[in-house]
C-alpha cells in the first residue's frame, strides 16, 4: 500500500515540531480548525488522510513559523527582510 505525499511527511515534519495538515488538490485544507492543529491531532490526521497529496502548516506565533514569499532578485530585499524587527513577523 503507497501512501500519499501527507501521511509521509507528516512524521518528519512532526519531529521538528511542525504540525500539517493535509490539503486537497484545489490547495484547500482538507479539514476544519485547521489552524489550530496541535502534533497529536496531525498524526491523527496522517492516519485518516492516507492518499493526501498535498499537506500545510501555519504560520505565525502558534508554530513560531515566518514565511516570506520575495518576488525580486535584488538580494537587498531579502536582506531588508531579515533584518526587519521580529524577522518581519507580525505580534
Known amino acids: 500500500m503507497t501512501k500519499g ?39 491523527k490526521l496522517a492516519r485518516k488522510f492516507t492518499d493526501a497529496e498535498a499537506f500545510g502548516f501555519a504560520c505565525g506565533l502558534r508554530n513560531k513559523l515566518t514565511l516570506a514569499d520575495i518576488d525580486s532578485t535584488d538580494e537587498r530585499v531579502l536582506a531588508d527582510a531579515l533584518t526587519a524587527p521580529n524577522n518581519g513577523a507580525h505580534p
Open 5 to 43: 505525499v501527507f501521511p509521509t511527511w507528516q512524521p518528519r515534519d512532526a519531529a521538528h515540531g511542525i504540525p500539517t495538515f493535509p490539503v486537497t488538490a484545489e490547495k484547500k485544507p482538507a479539514t476544519t480548525g485547521y489552524l489550530s492543529t496541535g502534533l497529536s491531532g496531525s498524526a
